[in-house]
């Protein structure tokens, strides 16, 4: 049977794969799960189980955040419902409210269709492997259900915007005042609370795509579409311009100039930010596999140490939490500061920006023009077993043969896709013939080794 948890909750089609009652069944397990573990709160033992539910604007996210409360209440935990928030904002309510954990409800980046559920331990945390494995093995069995007053409540939380609000305006010491910035929201969660905090800031705010209705939220617009907020900054005249997810969980940017600033680039910018503020941990960055060798020379002449991890956000974290270090991301936007949070915060990291850009007295495209991206191919390889391949001797001598031609101006990274039966081969190099011609060539040696 295949695992329900993938790299970042349980994801699916809402009402198809994800229906309400396997939400029920999922978040009553969570309950029994989470009652188990040791409690973080000393106040713990004498009040019932509490934890905070959170969702994005989707339709789907009314009837989902129904059942997850039902299945919470049903076993004698008390639901603290706050609404249409980030998902970072859950992370950090969680921990301020002192639950014992929270819950997401949220597909992030895809489209309306999907839907997702995530969980948070006290403290605000992305749970470990282990803990996910137990919550799905507690899924089976037979849930002892509470009678009378046992029985969990479903509680309104009218402050947890504001708390977030408050926290966000506390993670920045410079005011933003003359900056102007377009923030595309992706009819999404930071439909609101991303201009509020961004204007509480001092900027002047230009939101577009604000008006979630529950079916539109990523249509074409967002971190995943960038052409809208281009236009809008030239059209501005805007000192930059900021792209959010559904959950705004993640921020990419664009300059004045209307050019792209993705996440290594932004952070490049944080990071050199943290540097001249004495707040870098042994000037240590950590990004994944996927972020490209510009941000590793960019970083290497700026005297910071890049530490590398697998892909997705988790891996990131785990990171940072094992070396106490300061700064760590993905190529995609997630940016994690673990002085102010516990996961990615896209609007945490537009403030952030923002807070360099005035410290400094610079414009986005300067800041970020430190880091020069190296063209890259990525060519997707379909075979029968692709751990077997990417692991096979003939694509480790072509890898290894690969890497000594390319030397310090390229590099070749060759992994088993996470979700498919394929092996992705991707080369960065000098130029983008070069990029395209060793990529062709390893391609062609999965191939065959997968024959």
Known sequence: MARLFGTDGVRGLANAE???????????????????LPASDPGASTRR??????????????????????????????AICIGV???????????????????????????????????????????????????????????????????????????????????????????????????DCAHGSASQLGPQAYADAGATV????????????????????MDKLQAAVLEHGADLGLAHDGDADRCLAVDSTGQIVDGDAIMAVLATSLRDQGKLRENVLVATVMSNLGLHIAMREAGITVHTTAVGDRYVVEELRRGGYSLGGEQSGHIVVPGSGTTGDGILTGLMIMARMAATSSRLADLAGIVTVLP?????????????????????????????????????????????????????????EVALEVAGRLAGVVESAGG
Do not use: W
């Open 85 to 183: 928030v980030p998902t970072p904002a859950v992370a950090f309510l969680t921990a301020d409210y002192h639950a014992d954990f929270g819950v997401m409800i949220s597909a992030s980046h895809n489209p309306m269709p999907d839907n997702g559920i995530k969980f948070f331990s006290a403290g605000g945390h992305k749970l470990e492997d282990e803990v996910e494995d137990r919550i799905e093995a507690a899924m089976e069995d037979d849930i002892v259900r509470p009678i009378g007053a046992a029985v969990g409540r479903v509680l309104d939380a009218p402050d947890a915007g504001e708390r977030y609000r408050k926290h966000l305006a506390q993670a920045i010491d410079t005011r933003l005042d003359g900056l102007t910035v377009v923030v």
């Open 49 to 78: 189980p509490r934890a905070v539910v959170g969702r994005d604007p989707r339709a789907s996210g009314e009837m989902l955040e129904a059942a997850v409360c039902a299945g919470l209440a049903a076993t004698g935990v008390d």
């Open 376 to 432: 890259q191919e990525l060519i997707n390889v379909r075979v029968g077993d692709k751990h077997a391949v990417a692991h096979s001797d003939s694509v480790k001598q072509a890898v290894t043969a690969a890497e000594a031609e390319l030397g310090e101006t390229g590099r070749v990274l060759l992994r088993p896709s996470g979700t498919e039966q394929l092996v992705r081969v991707m080369v960065e190099a000098a130029t983008p």
């Open 18 to 36: 994800l229906t309400p009652e396997l939400a029920l069944r999922l978040a009553s397990a969570a309950a029994v799960v989470f009652q188990e």
């Open 206 to 225: 230009i939101a577009i795509h604000a008006e979630p209705d529950g079916l539109n939220i990523n249509a074409d617009c967002g971190s995943t579409h």
